[in-house]
């Protein structure tokens, strides 16, 4: 206690010291105001009103004609600007901090004295109850004569000559006797007993009614005054000496006396500290008392909310989260004193009375808006906490009607507002949410499903509701539309069976695909992201043995099926999602908004892995046997579904980016695999016996075919050039070693590469001479001089003799023939006439 009441008196020092340097500035003002001129230039006198000739009409039987005579024509006043000052107005003044003499010397031993004479008062009654010398009334007469006697004081201090100049004696004076007053009539009806109940009541009134009417004669410094010693009295003996009823009762009369104060004379200053110090004092009895006194303090929490909140805006408040505080205040003590109810029906009454109240001061006043969202939000908490007590007591019934309580008015005005259609969105799916991570097992799967699914309706009625305001960010339509999806995948996420656990979210990105693109709001269709990215996640256990298996591979493991995951935990987690996502992409072109190009890399890298994973299951290679026996058979497989999904993909136009990767990724293939580790020319593997027809030659034969069918295109030409360079070469090679290509290189096998390199130089010599096209002939000749560098140096050092003399011979023959004919086809080409630009 001693070190309460001596954080008190700092603290009165403190707001003290505050209100002197206030005092001062004004002091200042209105002093630079009082010496500043007042005298203003003379109005210029007015000229004299024109006069108009106006006609008169003689009368009738003098038949004279109409006389003309002058009237003055009366002109509306003319409003004339007062001439300036003859001197300027002076700057407005700043405030100037007191010197050390003014402050100490002058002003702030007045305050402090008051303090003083309060904490006087205090320590006064609290010596003679702590010794027991004075009975309780001569200790009650004691210190009602002591307040009255600075009540007098106050009054004589306006009075005499000495002391009127300074209003600040009286004003000290007054307060000090209000507090003191207090202290009285706290120890005669609370603590001793002097006084009935109903006297009590009717001197509290006198009291409080005696101290509004000093403060509003006195000014602010008395009204702080009676602020703290009306806080302070029941510190004096005990809060709890006569019960926690009575101090609740004694609190709002209080609080209620001040409030009308800072209406009446518009201290906004007096409502703010009147609020905090009555929430103060609750969070305190909260703190201090247990048992069956709470719920008294819970119901004083709920007034004390409502009234404050009332009484702000009246005193001069403006700013919304001012005027919100005090409910949000009251909902976090309620959140305190539930559990110290046991979230019984009084704690959830409480809260949820206090909730309905802010819902219809919002509905009154949109200002108020913050305040039932605070209170949803601390709901949920509320829910949450009790939900995962061992007795959740109230908690499960409160949850529903939570749930009716926001939602139900969330989504009938939830177009007047963004607070209503957010208290919609959150109220509908909030409560249910919450009461299912903490307690899951409260209701059957089956249960759970249904109530989510209804709730998802609701929501989705309100994402319908506000279908016009597309395109703006509206909460209706998002937020609901996204609880909505939530709710659908919570609820189907009940009774699935394991074998579709991904079958939740594929329908809830389904369901955001669909409306997004009936709508055409670009948020809804970025949202369909959010269920694709649980589905990423949701694969996470099958995606990463496919890593170690790809890893495997790339290094040139022939055997990576034992590394893959299990084919159904793939078809779990990659089947439906990749095919809902890839039916999405299609039936959608503007799906997925601006993230489009993260769900085609999504759906690119899902496709061939799934592709991949089912393509190695019909071999099943997991042998070194198996893998000579098909190995090759297998890989060009899996190769040629690469090349033609990427080469169908662009024929058809679609997805260009993804099928370019696609044909690139088969590419890769023949290059990584087929020619470098494992070449069939040094791993042993079968290709086949059939010459022509085994799977090496028709392998490169059909990558060349589709690389020539595709549009023409930088590098298409030339690559597929290679292929069936490829193709050739392995016909020469199977043919001289049969299925198992694998030994060394031959003398006849040489002059077969020879020989058929020449005959492909002379082959797209032709045709690029019948077509006339120029990347023919060019790969002709290079061809060409690679197989005449090829005989020079490697085929004819092998031979001697006759022989070698005939191959030189008809190499040459061939050459010079092949140069005749090619000089005469530039020739003809260059004297052809130039093409006609019309028909261009």
């Known amino acids: 206690m001693d070190l309460f009441l001596t954080l008190l008196f700092a603290g009165i020092v403190a707001a003290l010291v505050h209100m002197a340097r206030r005092l001062t500035a004004v002091e200042r003002e209105l002093e630079q105001l009082r010496r500043a001129p007042t005298s203003l230039r003379s109005e210029a006198p007015l000229s004299p009103p024109p006069t108009v000739a106006v006609r008169t009409e003689p009368a009738v039987e003098r038949r004279a004609e109409p006389a003309f005579v002058e009237r003055p024509v009366e002109q509306p006043p003319i ?19 007191p010197s050390f003499e003014a402050l100490v010397g002058g002003r702030l031993p007045v305050w402090v004295g008051g303090a003083a004479l309060v904490l006087a008062g205090v320590f006064l009654v609290r010596l003679s109850i702590e010794s027991g010398l004075l009975t309780p009334g001569i200790r009650t007469a004691l210190a009602g004569l002591f307040a009255l006697l600075l009540l007098a004081g106050s009054e004589a201090a306006r009075r005499l000559p000495a002391t009127r100049d300074d209003a600040r004696i009286g004003q000290v004076l007054a307060g000090a006797g209000v507090a003191s007053l207090y202290a009285t009539l706290y120890l005669a009806a609370a603590l001793y007993h002097l006084v009935t109940p109903l006297a009590g009541f009717v001197l509290m009134l006198a009291i409080t009614a005696g101290a509004l009417g ?7 410094p008395t009204a702080v005054m009676a602020l703290i010693g009306g806080f302070a009295a029941p510190l004096v003996a005990g809060f709890d000496a006569a019960g926690i009823a009575p101090l609740l009762v004694y609190l709002g009369l209080f609080v209620a006396a001040l409030l009308w104060l800072a209406v009446a004379r518009g201290w906004t200053w007096l409502a703010l500290a009147a609020g905090a110090s009555a929430f103060g004092w609750a969070g305190f009895l909260l703190a201090a008392i247990q048992g069956d006194a709470v719920a008294g303090v819970a119901a004083f929490i709920v007034a004390l909310a409502v009234g404050v909140t009332l009484a702000l805006p009246t005193a001069g408040i403006r700013r919304p989260w001012l005027r919100a505080a005090p409910m949000v ?5 309620l959140l305190l004193a539930a559990p110290l109810l046991d979230f019984g029906p009084l704690a959830w009454s409480f809260y949820l009375v206090l909730s309905a109240a802010a819902l219809f001061l919002a509905w009154r006043d949109a200002k108020l808006m913050p305040a039932p969202l605070a209170a949803l939000g601390l ?21 529903g009607i939570a749930t009716l309580l926001f939602a139900v008015p969330g989504l009938l005005l939830s177009r007047q507002g963004r607070g209503w259609a957010l208290l919609g969105v959150v109220g509908a799916a909030g409560p249910i949410l919450a009461a299912q991570l903490a307690a899951p097992g409260l209701l059957a799967p089956a249960a759970w499903c249904l109530l989510d699914l209804l709730l998802a309706a609701a929501c989705g009625w309100l994402s319908w509701r506000h279908r016009d305001r597309a395109g703006t960010t509206d909460i209706g339509l998002v937020g609901g539309t996204l609880a909505a999806a939530v709710l659908l995948w919570v609820g189907l996420q009940q009774v699935v069976p394991a074998a579709l656990v991904a079958l939740p979210l594929a329908a809830a990105m389904a369901a955001l695909a669909g409306w997004g693109r009936e709508t055409g709001d670009a948020t809804l269709r970025r949202l369909t992201l959010l269920p694709l990215a649980g589905l990423v996640a949701l694969a996470l256990p099958a995606l990463i043995p496919f890593a170690g298996a790809l890893g495997r591979s790339l290094g040139g493991d022939p055997l990576p099926l034992p590394h893959l995951p299990p084919i159904g935990d793939a078809l779990r987690f990659l089947a439906l999602p990749t095919a809902a996502l890839v039916a999405i992409l299609f039936a959608d072109r503007q799906s997925f908004g601006s993230a489009r190009r993260i769900a085609i890399g999504v759906a690119g890298g899902a496709v ?5 994973l089912l393509l190695k299951q019909p071999l099943a290679i997991a042998s070194a046997e198996t893998f000579v026996a098909v190995g090759f058979v297998e890989r060009a497989v899996l190769t040629q579904a690469l090349l033609l999904a990427g080469w169908a993909l662009l024929r058809a136009g679609w997805f260009a980016r993804g099928a370019v990767l696609l044909l690139a990724l088969g590419g890769a293939r023949i290059l990584w695999f087929d020619l ?4 069939p020319a040094w791993v042993t593997q079968a290709v086949g016996p059939i010459p022509l027809l085994n799977a090496a030659t028709l392998h490169f034969a059909l990558a060349a075919g589709l690389f020539w069918l595709l549009p023409p295109r930088r590098g298409t030409r030339q690559i597929a050039a290679a292929l069936a360079l490829l193709a050739l070469l392995a016909t020469v090679r199977q043919a001289t070693h049969g299925s198992v290509m694998t030994g060394s290189v031959g003398t006849g096998e040489n002059w077969g590469y020879s020989a058929a390199m020449l005959g492909l130089s002379l082959f797209w010599l032709w045709r690029g001479i019948a077509a006339k096209a120029s990347d023919l002939r060019v790969l002709g000749l290079l061809l060409l001089t690679a197989t005449t560098f090829k005989v020079f140096l490697i085929d004819a050092s092998a031979l001697e003799g006759v022989l070698r003399i005939l191959s030189f011979l008809g190499l040459g023959f061939a050459l010079i023939g092949i140069g005749w004919g090619y000089r005469r086809f530039l020739t003809e080409a260059d004297s052809a006439p130039p093409a006609d630009p019309a028909r261009a």
Do not use: C
């Open 79 to 97: 409003a004339r600007r007062p001439a300036p000052p003859e001197t300027s107005v002076p700057p407005k003044p700043r405030f100037e901090m």
């Open 214 to 220: 000093l403060a509003l004669r006195h000014g602010p």
């Open 329 to 333: 205040a009251g909902f976090a003590q």
């Open 379 to 399: 709901v949920l908490l509320l829910i949450g906490v009790g939900l995962m007590r061992p007795d959740p007591g109230m908690t499960p019934l409160a949850a």
């Open 608 to 612: 061939p892995l799934l592709a991949y």
């Open 676 to 679: 470098l580790w494992l070449n």
